[in-house]
């Protein structure tokens, strides 16, 4: 709702063309006559084009588009989120996520998930050897089991992202969680049992709470 | 007349190197060496390494006929600003660029899983999940909606980089760079599809081999969000996002989602990787922030700076700032290593959300010295001092969100160089 020509607010259905189906079609007569007679009552002396351009001469729809099948949702809707809403029915186990990763994740991840040359992806809070390295793991630094789903199926492997079966992408998220002492070795994760796992990193995690002014924050 | 067409022809169609003709060379004979003085100026390092021997002979230009109009404009071959790659990004080169925007192929590079080629014919943006009517626009579509235009900065959030003194301002935050944007204003297609009062998040999804994702609040939707295809008055660079992009002014560039192909409505963040595991920065106690979004104010004077060299006398101090919580209000710079201030001139117009060049005039007395610059924006923030920077966030001397004063050190030599953990004061 917003003030035309200085008349203060006006009902959404007089703003030009708003039942209209689309602009772009020749039916803005109607509209044309709500703002000869809103320049006549006011003697307005707003330019022309404020009228044709400006936003309240939107109409509520454009005719524009079409509306997507859930066939269509389907195929691209493939976030999963905390709660599990968006995970795939499927199953996988700690020791085929093992062997998967051999294969597809350590020539960048390293052996056990620690040696690089990319991502750590593992903690072992006993190995004094990397001391100070602290980089950021599954095990320190994910809030959420879920991200680890999401983020391998849709991103993993670097150089094959989208090749992975759900049923691997389970397995892979098992063995990973087990590496950093989250999950035991006889987990077989589930959709139904993932969103259930609690992330030791969970609790570190606060959100923004800056906003603008002289606190350096 | 024959000879004439021929010769025009391969001016035409011959690259600028080996454009000379024998005859004319040997005719310049021993010009070149003036041509070296020529192009000894502040970057005369790099343009001698770019410039030809045959280029440099071509002395005086009212005595040959010069290159008729093309179908695409070219680069002096004397100048060669190059942006600087890594493997995940590549950054502008802040310090040999002049006024407000961001040549487009300079513009700033972050992906996380390289550059796709999208025919824009098949590309289609969806919008579902807490919407009235889930749908599907073209490009062609999207592009007939009401179109918007404004100019603002796109910065990476991970955009620090210090402690060694011969930096560049690229290299320190070169992850920085503004354009003129033209799209439909986000807002007009939540309208189209009838957004739920309900929803308060949406997952912008790219199209590109990491599925880039990123959960954004709608309320930032409703408010500036731009849905993007033109960037400088042309479509946006394949490495920008063609054929779309979102566009969120203000906020930290890896949320504006590049290729961009859906958007899916929700009542809760989707807690993708980018936004946990990533772009979050410790604030001390063990702390972790999350959805950091908008960039605090920054500035950087980019002239002089390393790996300038000055002489003493009359410079003008210049540099950019920008906020992403409105308009910068004022930037000070200080002379005699942050004792006193003294306000800037700033270049009109000064934008909401953009980057605002701004210049001092500074005599120097050819002693030892540091500069520097704060960025002051609308809501009263001063940008910080490193120190100021760390205290607030338990000592943390780095991560994303980090925007301290940069000070260089002008030695009596006229050597400019970066002073690492500037303003420790």
Not at chain 2, 395 to 408: C, D, L, Q, R, V
Request: proline content about 6%.
């Amino acid at each position: 709702m917003r003030s035309l020509f200085g008349l203060g607010t006006v009902p959404a259905p007089l703003i030009a063309g708003r039942n209209r189906p689309t602009i772009f079609q020749a039916g803005g007569r109607r509209a044309l006559y709500v703002v000869v007679l809103a320049f006549a009552l006011t003697s307005c002396f707003f330019r022309n084009n404020e009228v044709t351009t400006g936003e309240s001469a939107w109409p509520a729809t454009s005719g524009l588009g079409r509306v997507a099948t859930a066939a269509e949702i389907a195929t691209l809707d493939i976030d999963v989120r905390p709660d599990g809403q968006g995970l795939p029915p499927g199953s996988g186990t700690v020791r085929e996520g093992q062997l998967l990763y051999q294969q597809k994740c350590a020539r960048c991840h390293g052996r056990t998930g620690v040696e690089g040359p990319y991502s750590a992806l593992v903690s072992i809070p006993s190995d004094t050897t990397r001391k100070g390295k602290q980089e950021k793991t599954v095990g320190n630094y994910w809030p959420y089991a879920s991200t680890l789903y999401d983020y391998i199926r849709r991103a993993m492997p670097y150089d094959s992202s989208g090749s992975l079966t759900p049923e691997q992408v389970y397995s892979l998220t098992a063995f990973l969680l087990h590496a950093n002492d989250i999950i035991d070795s006889t987990t077989v994760l589930t959709n139904q049992n993932l969103p259930q796992v609690v992330m030791p990193a969970r609790e570190m995690f606060v959100t923004d709470d800056r906003k603008g002014g002289p606190e350096i924050r | 007349m024959e000879k004439d067409k021929e010769e025009i022809q391969h001016y035409a169609t011959t690259p600028v190197r080996t454009r000379t003709t024998m005859k004319r060379r040997a005719w310049l004979g021993g010009a070149a060496t003036a041509a070296v003085v020529l192009v000894q100026t502040a970057f005369g390092k790099r343009m001698q390494a770019a410039v030809t021997h045959a280029e440099k002979s071509i002395q005086d230009t009212t005595k040959k006929l010069g290159t008729p109009p093309g179908v695409l404009g070219t680069r002096s071959p004397f100048e060669v600003p190059r942006k600087k790659p890594s493997d995940t990004s590549s950054r502008t080169p802040l310090q040999d660029l002049y006024g407000m925007i961001t040549p487009s192929d300079l513009h700033f590079e972050r992906n996380h899983g390289g550059v796709p080629q999208i025919d824009p014919e098949r590309h289609e943006l969806m919008i579902h999940g807490m919407v009235e009517k889930p749908m599907i626009f073209t490009m062609a579509e999207l592009k007939r909606f009401p179109s918007v235009s404004r100019i603002c900065f796109v910065e990476c959030s991970g955009n620090f980089r210090g402690g060694n003194e011969t930096l560049t301002p690229q290299e320190i935050c070169g992850l920085t760079s503004q354009s003129e944007w033209t799209g439909v204003m986000l807002s007009t297609l939540f309208r189209e599809v009838g957004v739920k009062s309900t929803a308060s998040w949406f997952l912008a999804e790219g199209a590109d081999a990491a599925v880039m994702t990123r959960s954004v609040l709608v309320s930032k939707g409703w408010e500036d969000a731009m849905i993007v295809y033109a960037q400088n008055g042309e479509a946006i660079r394949p490495e920008q996002g063609y054929p779309l992009r979102l566009l969120l002014p203000g906020w930290e560039g890896n949320t504006s989602v590049k290729w961009l192909r859906r958007l899916e409505l929700s009542d809760q963040p989707f807690m993708t990787r980018e936004e946990t595991s990533k772009y979050t920065e410790s604030i001390g106690d063990g702390k972790v922030r999350q959805f950091s979004f908008v960039m605090d104010a920054r500035s950087i004077i980019t002239f002089p700076a390393y790996p300038a060299h000055v002489e003493k006398g009359w410079i003008e101090i210049r540099g950019l700032a920008w906020s992403g919580r409105g308009k910068i209000q004022a930037v000070e710079v200080s002379t005699d290593a942050g004792k006193t201030w003294a306000p800037a001139r700033l270049q009109d117009p000064v934008l909401d959300k953009a980057h605002t060049p701004f210049r001092y005039i500074w005599q120097w007395n050819g002693e030892e010295t540091e500069i520097m610059s704060r960025a002051i924006d609308e809501t009263g923030y001063i940008q910080p001092t490193f120190r100021q920077l760390s205290d607030a966030r338990g000592g943390s001397k780095g991560g994303y969100h980090f925007n301290p004063i940069t000070a260089w050190r002008v030695k009596r030599t006229g050597e400019v160089l970066l002073q690492p953990e500037a303003g420790r004061k």
